[in-house]
């Protein structure tokens, strides 16, 4: 596969890339690392105030972890999502923001995708060893499933580097592409039980009925891969146990599509990149 061959061929380019990446985002600021704690931590008190306190949204304590903690539920999805954003829409625009670079020096283009997602994926591990120590805090013993979530971690990353790798290239011919992302990911936010637990669905699906044969509301619902990868997380952080098979097997199959057809699409329009651009 082209992809893998162009990693192994430009690691040190990717390690510079990333450390640009990390560095830069950061640069001159006071706090430095601690801005990416920031975000998460904003997103958490608004929709903990809002879901939590004024709509009042109860997922119910984790099972068999005994968990009840509304933010520590969020976080468990909202974290993965952040991560799974940053890493496309950073990737989408990696190209275009590199068009002097691209059109001047001949170097594996996804070393750029590449390394926003490694940049991303420094960030996340920190935002999720916070996850964890607050978790341990709160009473559950997290710490034999962390190398199950590490597993989790690396399978998104697979999944999330794909549809960049995928975008990225339709947003070097079609600009547009950046804008309908923006408005795809504002649906897909809503349409993902980060905010509310699945079982809301699963009580509207059943009041509808079937909508077409034994196919249900729910079972549509089901096809969005994000609701796999926020399950996942979710059993292993919060509740505490192992996530089903099923759940687990879909996450990934969604990575393994993800990146074959986006190491694909890439492949066979990188070598245009500096016309395209």
Not at 4 to 28: H, P, Q
Not at 95 to 103: R, Y
Request: with cysteine.
């Amino acid at each position: 596969m082209s992809l893998v061959a162009d990693i192994r061929t430009s690691r040190e380019l990717l390690v510079n890339l990333t450390r640009r990446e990390v560095k830069g985002k950061y640069k001159r600021t006071v706090l430095g690392q601690l801005w990416s704690l920031a975000n998460p931590l904003a997103q958490m008190l608004v929709y903990t105030l809002v879901f939590s306190v004024i709509i009042r949204i109860d997922p119910g304590p984790g099972v068999p972890s005994g968990l009840d903690i509304f933010a520590l539920w969020l976080m468990c999805a909202l974290l993965p999502w952040s991560f799974f954003t940053a890493v496309v829409t950073g990737g989408m625009s990696s190209l275009v923001g590199s068009e002097n670079l691209i059109k001047k020096v001949y170097f594996p283009r996804s070393a750029l995708v590449v390394a926003n997602t490694l940049a991303s994926s420094y960030t996340w591990s920190i935002e999720m060893v916070v996850l964890v120590i607050a978790i341990l805090l709160a009473g559950a013993n997290v710490l034999p499933f962390v190398p199950l979530v590490v597993v989790a971690m690396a399978v998104l990353l697979v999944f999330s580097l794909g549809v960049a790798l995928m975008l990225s290239i339709a947003n070097a011919y079609f600009r547009d592409t950046q804008h309908l992302v923006t408005i795809l990911f504002m649906v897909w936010f809503y349409l993902t039980p980060i905010l509310y637990p699945i079982s809301e669905v699963a009580k509207q699906s059943a009041r509808v009925g079937p909508l077409i044969g034994d196919i249900t509301v729910l079972d549509i619902y089901q096809l969005n891969p994000m609701e796999s990868f926020t399950e996942v997380f979710r059993n292993l952080l919060y509740d505490n146990r192992l996530p089903s098979a099923g759940s687990a097997m879909e996450c990934v199959v969604w990575a393994l599509v993800a990146i074959v057809v986006g190491g694909w699409v890439f492949d066979r329009h990188q070598r245009r990149l500096a016309e395209v651009l």
